[in-house]
T-cell receptor, first 113, second 114 residues
Framework: NAGVTQTPKFQVLKTGQSMTLQCAQDMNHEYMSWYRQDPGMGLRLIHYSVGAGITDQGEVPNGYNVSRSTTEDFPLRLLSAAPSQTSVYFC????????????FGSGTRLTVV | AQSVTQLGSHVSVSEGALVLLRCNYS??????LFWYVQYPNQGLQLLLK??????LVKGINGFEAEFKKSETSFHLTKPSAHMSDAAEYFCAVSGNNQGGKLIFGQGTELSVKP
């Protein structure tokens, strides 16, 4: 089925470990973005991309890296996990921006201990 | 810069009563506005969106929202609440040529009492 696929769905990390959250879409969307969801704070934008090879920072980029080597994939890397990064992470994609709406993945629930 | 404020982190209504969830926005460019719903332990589902066409937007599950530029508001309504409407609702704003930048409000949790 067409859509946004996030893996893994759940992950527990120890402080200082690194990992990559995967996001893939098969809708040929140009725009992709990562959000984190924390109670009472809604969703906050971490990084976004308007096409392959182009990325930019959102509201809360510190501690996260991204790259966009293909249109389909937009992985999010945690270089050295911290308890403050415990959150639910959502990836979203859009054909060409706001007018067309955004499709969200089902999320990755990350716990850093 | 863009921002969204949702008034009320929790709203409780009786089944069959009117649902009104408030959203005010700030945007330096003509806004595109969205309402998303999130059921427990699930992702976000688009309810409706405003993209500069009709100011009254109808969405799924009987929800609708009205864009009022003079009030910078985009409140979500449903005439008659159903138990299945219990969820968290997010208002979000973006603008054309804003890339993937969708800015969310803090969310409103809707409870429906029998």
């Amino acid at each position: 089925n067409a859509g946004v696929t996030q893996t893994p769905k759940f992950q527990v990390l120890k402080t200082g470990q690194s990992m990559t959250l995967q996001c893939a879409q098969d809708m040929n969307h140009e725009y992709m973005s990562w959000y984190r969801q924390d109670p009472g704070m809604g969703l906050r934008l971490i990084h976004y991309s308007v096409g392959a090879g182009i990325t930019d920072q959102g509201e809360v980029p510190n501690g996260y890296n991204v790259s966009r080597s293909t249109t389909e994939d937009f992985p999010l890397r945690l270089l050295s996990a911290a308890p403050s990064q415990t959150s639910v992470y959502f990836c979203a994609s859009s054909y060409s921006g706001a007018r067309y709406g955004y499709t969200f993945g089902s999320g990755t629930r990350l716990t850093v201990v | 810069a863009q921002s969204v404020t949702q008034l009320g982190s929790h709203v409780s209504v009786s089944e069959g009563a009117l649902v009104l969830l408030r959203c005010n926005y700030s945007s330096s460019v003509p806004p595109y506005l969205f309402w998303y719903v999130q059921y427990p332990n699930q992702g976000l589902q688009l309810l409706l969106k405003y993209t500069s066409a009709a100011t009254l937007v109808k969405g799924i599950n009987g929800f609708e929202a009205e864009f009022k530029k003079s009030e910078t508001s985009f409140h979500l309504t449903k005439p008659s609440a159903h138990m299945s409407d219990a969820a968290e609702y997010f208002c979000a704003v973006s603008g054309n040529n804003q890339g993937g930048k969708l800015i969310f409000g803090q969310g409103t949790e809707l409870s429906v009492k029998p």
